[in-house]
């Protein structure tokens, strides 16, 4: 069963930066693509960073381009531990919102409906 495990996130203040990192493991296929969604209440929930094949393709929304950075260690093949990475700096308080991991096997997709996996999700809060 495939686990994402996220951690970071918290509160910073307006143009103020924060990391984001999400270990997955136990997947015994190959995850293709690797995501960040976000959240924010009464919000659909949005792509925000997505990274494919480990670097091979990478796409960000058009409010966090420039921004955000996504990376990934370790996209290994099969029973391999994967993480990705969000940074963000310049942060504003649009960006506040509950930030989302996730991962599917096959190309990275706009719709969240069509990632299996899923971490926990962790709060950004930015303020004045």
């Known amino acids: 069963q495939v686990q994402l495990v996220e951690s970071g996130g918290g509160s910073v203040e307006i143009g103020g930066s924060l990391s984001l990192s999400c270990t997955a493991s136990?997947?015994?296929?190959?995850?293709?693509?690797m995501a960040w969604f976000r959240q924010a209440p009464g919000k659909k929930r949005e792509r925000v960073a997505a990274?494919?094949?480990?670097?091979?393709?990478?796409?960000?929304?058009?409010?966090v381009k420039g921004r955000f950075n996504i990376s990934q260690d370790n996209a290994g093949g099969a029973n391999a531990r994967s993480t990705v990475y969000l940074q963000m700096i310049s942060l504003e308080p649009e960006d506040t919102a509950m930030y989302y991991c996730a991962a599917k096997t096959g190309g990275c997709k706009l719709d969240p409906g069509t990632y299996d996996n899923w971490g926990q999700g962790t709060q950004v809060t930015v303020s004045s």
């Open positions: 990274i494919y094949d480990g670097g091979f393709w990478i796409d960000y929304g058009h409010s």
């Open positions: 136990g997947f015994t296929g190959r995850l293709n693509c």
